[in-house]
């Protein structure tokens, strides 16, 4: 059985910084993408960061130069690294996982097969 747990999540100040982590456990597939997502009230989840099975790592315009998506296969741990944290941040921060596929789009949630429980940022202004 699969599952992902997320934690980390916090308040903090705008400004500040916090490191999410995801523990995969279970076997999904010899290469898997992994990603992470964001959900506030009222809004769509979407697309964080990502990052393939071959290690390339893609973030979406807001966060870039801010948010640090990293993975320690050994650990099987997935991060994100969030640095100068803005008000418009706050959100459930989701880890997601699915087998690589062929025209695999990173920040499409459909595209995931595993998802974790959350879990909640917020920054202050």
């Known amino acids: 059985q699969v599952r992902l747990v997320e934690s980390g999540g916090g308040s903090v100040q705008a400004g500040g910084s916090l490191r999410l982590s995801c523990v995969v456990s279970g076997y999904i597939a010899n290469e898997v993408n992994m990603g992470w997502f964001r959900q506030a009230p009222g809004k769509e989840r979407e697309g964080v960061a990502g990052?393939?099975?071959?290690?390339?790592?893609y973030y979406v315009e807001p966060v870039k130069g801010r948010f640090t998506i990293s993975q320690d296969n050994a650990k099987k741990t997935l991060y994100l690294q969030m640095n100068n944290l803005q008000p418009e941040d706050s959100a459930m921060y989701y880890c997601?996982?699915?087998?690589?596929?062929?025209?695999?789009?990173?920040?499409?949630?459909?595209?995931?097969?595993?998802w974790g429980q959350g879990t909640q940022v917020s920054v202050s202004s």
């Open positions: 990052i393939s099975f071959a290690g390339d790592r």
């Open positions: 997601a996982a699915a087998p690589a596929g062929f025209l695999f789009e990173m920040f499409k949630a459909a595209e995931y097969d595993y």
